[in-house]
């Protein structure tokens, strides 16, 4: 398998993770012909920081169980966004109203875009 469906691969699997918790508006955006930050950003909203702490880190134990950790992590105890930084994919977990102030989709307008849902 490729790197770049490897990493399309880890994205899915972050945004079904998110799911698990009952993240709403999971989209995958494919950055990897736009910028050098990474291949693919996966952002999911929660309804309160409890759940957004929940949907981080059911996506960080479950890609932990894989045998996948992250590089980086950051906002847990705040709970308005949390970031999880697995190098190739960066997973945004925000509380809606955060996510709809920074607008990620929006200022990464020409990026490919696929929406998650519950299988």
């Known amino acids: ?7 399309l691969a880890l994205a899915r699997r972050a945004g079904q993770l998110a799911l698990s918790k009952k ?7 494919k950055l ?8 693919y ?4 909203s929660g309804e309160a920081d409890i759940q957004v702490n929940a949907i ?10 894989e045998g996948i950790k992250p590089f980086h992590r950051e906002g847990r105890k705040s709970g308005n966004w ?6 190739d994919v960066v997973v945004h977990v925000f509380y809606e109203p955060t996510r709809r ?10 990026a490919p875009a696929e929406e998650l849902a519950d299988e």
């Open 32 to 39: 990897k012909d736009l910028s050098s930050v990474c291949d």
């Open 23 to 29: 993240a709403f508006d999971v989209k995958i955006l």
């Open 1 to 7: 398998m490729s790197t770049n469906n490897t990493a």
């Open 56 to 65: 981080a880190e059911a996506v960080e134990d479950g890609l932990r169980e």
């Open 101 to 110: 102030f920074y607008a990620l989709e929006k200022l990464w307008g020409d």
């Open 82 to 87: 949390v970031l999880l930084d697995y190098v």
């Open 41 to 44: 950003f996966v952002i999911a």
